[in-house]
Nanobody, 125 residues
Framework: QVQLVESGGGLVQAGGSLRLSCAASGRTFSNYAMGWFRQAPGKEREFVAVINKSGSSTYYADSVKGRFTISRDNAKNTVILQMNSLKPEDTAVYYC??????????????????WGKGTLVTVSS
């Protein structure tokens, strides 16, 4: 089992920044691709970003490309989502996810092994 705990959500004005963190425990962190999804009220959960096991490869949803950056620290068992130039449409609960296969993040629906409980991000206009 892998336990994932997100932090860093909150209220921010449009144009501002937030930094989400996800702390992982339970299994060897570097064995998992890591990523973020989000779910806005009344909408389905959607893919945001993924990073491979070594941190050498990333992929983003078109809606966040150029504004969000995903990174990981395998020594600290953490993954970070740096969110800049936030927009009201970024308002959602953000979920950290872990899976052995990078490609599972891009499937519809995603085939994810482990999920965090989520952290709320609210962007005011």
């Amino acid at each position: 089992q892998v336990q994932l705990v997100e932090s860093g959500g909150g209220l921010v004005q449009a144009g501002g920044s937030l930094r989400l963190s996800c702390a992982a425990s339970g299994r060897t962190f570097s064995n998992y691709a890591m990523g973020w999804f989000r779910q806005a009220p009344g909408k389905e959960r959607e893919f945001v970003a993924v990073i491979n096991k070594s941190g050498s490869s990333t992929y983003y949803a078109d809606s966040v490309k150029g504004r969000f950056t995903i990174s990981r620290d395998n020594a600290k068992n953490t993954v970070i989502l740096q969110m800049n130039s936030l927009k009201p449409e970024d308002t959602a609960v953000y979920y950290c996810a872990a899976d052995v296969y990078y490609s599972d993040f891009l499937r519809r629906p995603p085939g994810i092994n482990y999920w965090g409980k989520g952290t709320l991000v609210t962007v005011s206009s």
